[in-house]
């Protein structure tokens, strides 16, 4: 958009083909500086908010917030042709994203695929210094019907024992969270458990 518009100009071709682009004069880097990178660290800001929502969310068990967020983080972000593969390896699309939102949290452990009872929990979270523990089961709802799958996901933690990593380590209170997605939306479910 800036290089059609003609805030950015080409100066040339490398290579293997990739455009390089120049900032034309000392007028349009002045727009460049006072309003272009304004409204990046905006967007850079509203998406760190954004984030940051969604990690407390996990923390404190309120799945209605996770669900808003990270709806309208999807709505903001995915095409819905990113999920253009296998019905099967769709779910691997969203534990990917998830991945990233909760990677970035300092202090938590977060472990994808983990072995714990009698199969791999997709994301398991151990929270910094304290006595609580996140399972995360995602899946992909091919009809649309993100209750069934979310249901089917929390039978999954409990009936596969994903939980059993986390009692070992001493871990008090466990938060186990279905996800279900489909396209841009999810909706998420909540089991707490306490020893």
Request: aromatic letters at 8%; a negative charge.
């Amino acid at each position: 958009v800036l290089f059609t518009t003609g805030y950015l100009t080409q100066a040339g071709v490398s290579a293997d083909g990739i455009y390089k682009l120049v900032i034309p004069n000392k007028e349009i880097r002045e727009v460049f500086v006072l309003k272009i990178q304004e409204w990046f660290k905006t967007v850079v800001d509203s998406n760190q908010a954004s984030t940051e929502k969604i990690n407390q969310g996990f923390l404190v068990g309120n799945s209605e917030a996770i669900q808003q967020e990270l709806t309208m983080f999807l709505t903001e972000t995915i095409s819905i042709l990113d999920t253009k593969a296998r019905d099967e390896q769709k779910e691997n699309f969203y534990h990917g994203i998830l991945l990233g939102i909760l990677k970035n949290y300092s202090g938590w452990a977060v472990k994808s695929n983990r072995e714990s009872g009698d199969g791999f929990s997709d994301i398991m979270i151990q929270v910094g210094d304290s006595e609580v523990g996140i399972v995360i089961e995602v899946k992909y709802a091919n009809d649309g019907n993100l209750e069934a799958e979310c249901k089917k996901a929390l039978k999954q933690i409990d009936d596969t024992g994903y939980a059993e990593a986390l009692h070992q380590d001493g871990i008090c209170k466990i938060l186990k969270y279905a996800i279900a997605c489909y396209k841009k939306t999810c909706k998420i479910m909540l089991e707490a458990e306490k020893c």
